[in-house]
């Protein structure tokens, strides 16, 4: 599985240390021992995995370029000399290079030429380098190495926030003696008020982000750790794993591929884990929910099942970079990349597409999720600082159908009218109108952290506001992301005007 992560970044690498791999050593006709591999020895394995795990798209023919490029060299006449092959794993110890090569390797050793795989490598399909569809990095095991673990602060000299000053009802971070003062679009009450609600909770760490989702206006970006007081930098760090908050992402596939939110599927158990087993429709299936209900409850066998029967690797790959995973996202301070590794193998793929993955996402991406909905498919790109009015904004990019977006917001509504959200959203006296949304709850074993999702806009049919609520949770804990995001809805609500609807005058009614 490691080697699966890392070559999910390779074809990213620098063709020079590719071609770097391939150089000669001092002693290159030495037959390397197997205890020692060398890097052509590390790239035949590479290219032995990447087969099985890159999917259709360019890995086979990758691998066929390298062969054909081998049986080429041999058959030229100075093909045992050729001192850049380096004997596969498993292939006989022939004691000098030249002496491999004359030999016919075995079916599934043949030697793989760096310089070969380099060139193979840039050659590959267009489409398999699209945008998000490679992770940029390798991508850490949820359950062997959280990234929460290696959580760093943000700097202040990149952190606008913490740097600016209050004048009037701006937050304002001074420039120097050639730069212009910055204006926030941060609303400083809205982002003491939930700052307020983490500390007098005492999270041990919570982000809580509001956006306008029509501009990508960042109307609060709020922070609190009980844990590590001095920590910044919270809503924008992707250590987070997604949970179920990725069914959202999953609930748009699937859509395109055709299901409908009334599609029902029935089920039993994988309340919290799943097994092989549950992939099957079985007379155990005792209960039945449309895929709608299924993402209001956050029924972990539906969306897998749905994801086994409807989906492929490749389609959730592209709609998890449509909606901007293993991509960079502009914005005025550093943003991590919300990295999504989409295994090919039939469980493991179900499995992520239920919320199980080794996904992550950072509370900011999470509000930009919710605003596609609200902006009926369209992202946008996150605002911090105020442009100047002669500045243009970049146009939304369509990342779903309009017809698809209303879906998907019938679908995230079940989860504040019937589902995980039902109870927060329904106490007396803070009850947010025509909300919609999704949770998302997973833990780590040692040392234990709980996180707790809510991501959603209101109202429903006229979005003014976009949120995500994030509270990483000790075993023992005082409110949880659900309740957080309901707030942030609620008091962003109440700081945003509606907007004035212009009607006729009564005294001209009639008349043309």
């Known amino acids: 599985m490691t080697m699966r992560r890392l070559l999910a970044a390779l074809p990213l690498f620098p063709l020079t240390l590719l071609l770097g791999a391939s150089a000669p050593g001092p002693d290159v006709n030495t037959a390397p021992s197997p205890a020692a591999p060398s890097d052509a020895q590390a790239l035949a ?13 360019g890995a086979r023919a990758l691998v066929e370029k390298v062969e054909a490029e081998q049986r080429a060299q041999a058959a030229a006449p100075d093909a045992g000399a050729a ?12 004691g000098t290079a030249g002496e491999a090569a004359a030999e016919t390797p075995p079916e599934d050793s043949r030697p793989v030429d760096a310089r070969a795989l380099a060139e193979a490598l840039a050659a590959k399909d267009a489409a398999a380098l699209e945008p998000g569809m490679v992770p940029p990095m390798p991508v850490p095991s949820r359950e062997k190495a959280p990234p929460f673990g290696k959580l760093q602060g943000l700097p202040r000299a990149q952190d606008l926030v913490a740097r600016a000053k209050l004048e009037g009802n701006k937050l304002v971070v001074k420039g120097g003696k050639s730069a212009p003062d910055q204006v926030l679009t941060i609303d400083p009450g809205l982002q003491a008020s939930l700052t307020k609600i983490m500390q007098n909770y005492q999270v041990p760490y919570g982000a809580a982000v509001v956006l306008e989702p029509s501009t990508g206006r960042v109307l609060a970006m709020a ?17 987070y794993p997604a949970a179920s908050i990725f069914k959202i992402v999953t609930g748009s596939a699937l859509l395109e591929a055709g299901v409908s939110p009334d599609t029902e599927s029935c089920f039993h158990g994988g309340k919290r884990r799943l097994n092989e087993r549950q992939l099957e429709d079985t007379e155990r299936d005792g209960a039945c929910y449309s895929l709608a209900l299924a993402m209001g409850k956050s029924a972990n066998v539906i969306f897998a099942k749905l994801t086994s029967k409807h989906l492929t690797a490749d389609s959730l790959k592209r709609m998890a970079a449509r909606l901007r995973f293993n991509r960079e996202i502009p914005f005025a301070q550093p943003l991590d990349v919300s990295l999504a590794y989409i295994p090919e193998d039939g469980f493991a ?3 992520t597409g239920a919320g199980f993955g080794d996904v992550y996402l950072s509370p900011l991406h999470g509000a930009l999720l919710a605003s596609v909905a609200a902006n009926e ?16 904004l970049p146009e939304p990019e369509p990342v779903l159908t309009p017809a698809a977006a209303h879906e998907l917001t019938r679908m995230l509504e079940e989860t504040v009218t019937h589902g995980t959200a039902r109870g927060v959203f329904r106490e007396r006296g803070f009850q947010v109108k025509d909300a919609v949304g999704k949770t998302g709850t997973l833990a780590d074993r040692e040392p234990f ?7 959603g806009f209101a109202p429903k049919d006229n979005p003014r506001v976009a949120v995500a609520a994030l509270i990483v949770n000790d075993p023992k804990w005082r409110i949880r992301g659900s309740y957080l995001g309901r707030e942030a809805l609620r008091l962003a609500l109440e700081r945003i005007p509606a907007p004035v609807e212009l009607t006729a005058p009564a005294g001209a009614a009639g008349k043309h």
């Open 377 to 392: 498919g369209r992202w946008v790109d996150p605002v911090l600082v105020e442009p100047e009015p002669f500045m243009p």
């Open 83 to 94: 001192a850049s092959v380096a004997q596969a794993p498993g292939a006989p110890d022939s």
């Open 349 to 351: 793929l179900a499995n």
């Open 223 to 239: 922070e609190h750790s009980e844990a590590k007081p001095e920590l910044r930098g919270l809503p924008i760090r992707a250590v």
């Open 45 to 57: 394995q590479s290219v032995t995995a990447l087969g099985t795990d890159a999917g259709p798209v």
């Open 449 to 455: 952290r709980d996180y707790s999702w809510f991501v």
